[in-house]
């Protein structure tokens, strides 16, 4: 059975940092193909960062310069760095295949950014 644990939600005042951790765990392909999504309130789930075939990264436009993503196999984690962040930031963030067939969802993170 595989599982996504998204890091629990957090709360940060417009232009700081958070670091979100996807920890994945029972399937063979590990961390291939996994990317973030975000759901802001009221609105669809929306992938916005995952790495290309060659493994480079690719950002929807209001994350790119600002969003990280990152892989990394001593937690068997996707994180995401999101930095300079803004209050139209705030969401829910999940992590799950970007193609073929998803894995059962996370419970997600809710990060609130405040004026």
């Known amino acids: 059975q595989v599982q996504l644990v998204e890091s629990v939600g957090a709360s940060v005042q417009a232009g700081g940092s958070l670091r979100l951790s996807c920890e994945v765990s029972?399937?063979?392909?590990?961390?291939?193909?996994i990317g973030w999504y975000r759901q802001p309130p009221g609105l669809s789930r929306d992938l916005i960062a995952r790495?290309?075939?060659?493994?480079?990264?690719i950002y929807v436009d209001y994350a790119r310069g600002r969003f990280r993503i990152i892989k990394d196999i001593t937690k068997n984690s996707v994180d995401l760095q999101m930095d300079r962040l803004k209050p139209e930031d705030t969401a829910g963030y999940y992590c799950?295949?970007?193609?073929?067939?998803?894995?059962?969802w996370g419970q997600g993170t809710q990060v609130t950014v405040s004026p």
């Open positions: 799950n295949r970007v193609s073929g067939r998803l894995h059962p």
């Open positions: 029972g399937t063979m392909s590990g961390l291939d193909g």
């Open positions: 790495f290309s075939i060659l493994g480079d990264p």
